[in-house]
């Protein structure tokens, strides 16, 4: 086991290197960072000699040579900590970057939670009695839910616990911006959790409704398998056949979309983040996009990468665990 980790952490190396190499050219040509630097600083853009010395030491150079010349300069500013300044207001990318990827994890670990545990437990609920009226609901609610995109369920919820809860009862039940109100200082958990009240059950209900069905269908390919009529035969219990055999290699397909979905998180919920204001990676990918602030914008695609590599390597761990036939070795 030992010998697998250590040799897929080697190979994410290359891999790092290779995916964050595509990403520089392609982020090179379509955000253009010279003539973003020049939007931003007009008075500067007039002058030959401020724009010269901006392209060098930012390695801006053009060409195929240019290119990889660029990207070495970065890849060794970026390994060693001496980060580009960012475009617009040539502040400091981590503290912005570092804020935005805490809130976001908060959000999508949160989300990831409520909406893996509730559509498990639904799936469970549903494959018991496959073809009865609770397997046709939740059947028919994943469908819905899955249907249903965030920017609409987003627009709902704001309409419904906003605008329509404040004519009913005076105020809005729940905010539908931000982390917290504007000018808020310090740290309260409960401002907080009210903040993330609707972005967490819009990203949730989409993840309810996957879960749900992959789960029954996994389920339901187990229940049926020769292992469980066997077990069921020695007298096991139906509790014990269903908890300690049944759900555990129901899982291990689940394993893969659970750890995808949660290397996704730390990208950011660009949607939901953009609706409702919070202050999170999507938000800052928004940002820095409509900027083309490229010095932002690539530490924020290192950072995703690097989250989906570290989370596969975890889906292929939490296979041997939960089903001790697969070797990795």
Not at 253 to 275: F, H, K, R, W
Request: aromatic share 12%; hydrophobic share 50%; glycine share 8%.
């Amino acid at each position: 086991m030992l010998r697998y980790i250590l040799r897929r952490l080697l190979w994410a190396i290359p891999t790092l290197v290779l995916v964050t190499f595509i990403v520089y050219c392609a982020l090179r040509i379509s955000t253009n960072p010279l003539a973003s630097y020049a939007r931003s600083n007009p008075r500067i853009a007039r002058q030959p000699a401020k724009i010269a010395q901006y392209i060098e030491r930012n390695g801006l150079w053009d060409g195929p040579t240019g290119y990889l010349r660029g990207y070495w300069r970065w890849l060794s500013g970026f390994v060693t900590g001496d980060w580009q300044p960012s475009i617009k207001g040539s502040r400091p990318v981590w503290p912005n970057l570092k804020d935005a990827l805490i809130n976001s994890v908060r959000l999508g670990l949160v989300a990831s939670f409520v909406g893996i545990s509730v559509g498990l437990s639904l799936g469970v609920f549903a494959a018991l009695r496959p073809g009865r009226l609770r397997d046709s609901a939740v059947n028919t609610g994943a469908l819905i839910g899955y249907s249903v995109q965030p920017f609409i369920s987003a627009v709902l919820l704001q309409l419904f616990f906003s605008v329509q809860w404040s004519k009913w009862f005076g105020e809005p039940l729940f905010p539908t911006s931000g982390m917290y109100p504007p000018g808020h200082t310090g740290f309260d958990l409960i401002l907080m959790l009210k903040h993330m009240a609707l972005p967490v059950i819009v990203v949730s209900i989409q993840s309810v409704a996957v879960y749900s069905r992959y789960m029954r269908s996994s389920l339901l390919d187990v229940l049926t398998s020769d292992y469980l009529r066997t077990a069921r035969a020695k007298g096991i219990s139906e509790r014990r056949v269903l908890v300690k055999h049944a759900l555990r290699n129901a899982l291990v397909p689940i394993v893969t979309l659970a750890a995808l979905d949660i290397g996704a998180i730390v990208g950011g919920l660009i949607i939901s983040e953009g609706v409702f204001e919070y202050p999170g990676m999507g938000k800052f990918f928004l940002n820095a996009q409509g900027n083309g602030d490229f010095p932002e914008l690539m530490p924020w695609m290192v950072i995703i990468t690097s989250s989906v590599i570290i989370f596969n390597l975890v889906a292929d761990l939490a296979y041997a665990w939960l089903d001790p036939r697969i070797r990795l070795d």
